[in-house]
């Protein structure tokens, strides 16, 4: 089973639209929880950092929330754009120095 | 700021042949790292370098060596590609170790 889990897959979501994807692991001990996206083509890149302490941090139209206490985040992509179309990957940081990585949300958005 | 270079973005080899993919980062981080990216599998960690001087094997280490050429520059080498090793390589770098990762963008490859 993996130790990150992210859903749903893929969605394809209309432009203008609000969407939120789900990320939960099983890891600890908790260190920290970042998202990345990443366009086709290119490396992933940095969106949030979020510590045991916080539980919502936004970049822009992207909002995270953590919930360490059920090991669940979320990412909310508010008035979506064309450029939103990328996909989204959960990282876990936890234990001595270790990660562990979800498979990503693919996103599509349509006009 | 070039930030993770890797070079090259595209490559075909034929199944045996070898070859090394190069990755320099300028951002003066301590820890850099290979991942293999494959659709339906997310990334996972081929070899890591804590820091110049250092390798480990991550969760894929088979069929692959690495050099920490100098701070600067980790090196993935295949000596006998397989069509099992086609997919997306990136190379990573952080200042502290498994924190605060900024990828490149990636070599395509493909073994036929």
């Known amino acids: 089973k993996n130790q990150v889990e992210q859903s749903p897959q893929s969605l394809i979501i209309l432009e203008g639209k609000n969407c939120t994807l789900q990320?939960?692991?099983?890891?600890?001990?908790?260190?920290?929880l970042r998202w990345y996206k990443q366009d086709t083509g290119r490396g992933p890149v940095s969106l949030t950092i979020m510590t045991f302490s916080e539980n919502t941090k936004s970049n822009g139209r992207y909002t995270a929330t953590l919930d360490a206490d059920t090991k669940q985040s979320s990412l909310h992509i508010t008035a979506s754009q064309l450029s939103d179309s990328a996909s989204y990957i959960c990282?876990?940081?936890?234990?001595?120095?270790?990660?562990?990585f979800g498979k990503g949300n693919q996103v599509v958005v349509i006009p | 700021n070039a930030g993770v270079t890797q070079t090259p973005k595209f490559q075909v080899l034929k199944t045996g042949q070898s070859m090394t993919l190069q990755c320099a980062q300028d951002?003066?981080?301590?820890?850099m790292y290979w991942y293999r990216q494959d659709p339906g599998m997310g990334l996972r960690l081929i070899y890591y370098?804590?820091?110049?001087?250092?390798?480990d094997k991550g969760e894929v280490p088979n069929g692959y060596n690495v050099s920490r050429l100098n701070k600067r520059e980790f090196s993935l080498r295949l000596e006998s590609a397989a069509p099992s090793q086609t997919s997306v390589y990136f190379c990573a770098s952080s200042g502290a170790l498994n924190y605060g990762y900024t990828f490149g963008s990636g070599t395509r490859l493909t073994v036929v």
């Open positions: 990320c939960n692991y099983t890891v600890s001990p908790f260190s920290n």
């Open positions: 951002m003066n981080h301590n820890s």
């Open positions: 990282v876990v940081s936890y234990g001595n120095n270790r990660l562990a």
């Open positions: 370098s804590a820091s110049e001087g250092t390798t």
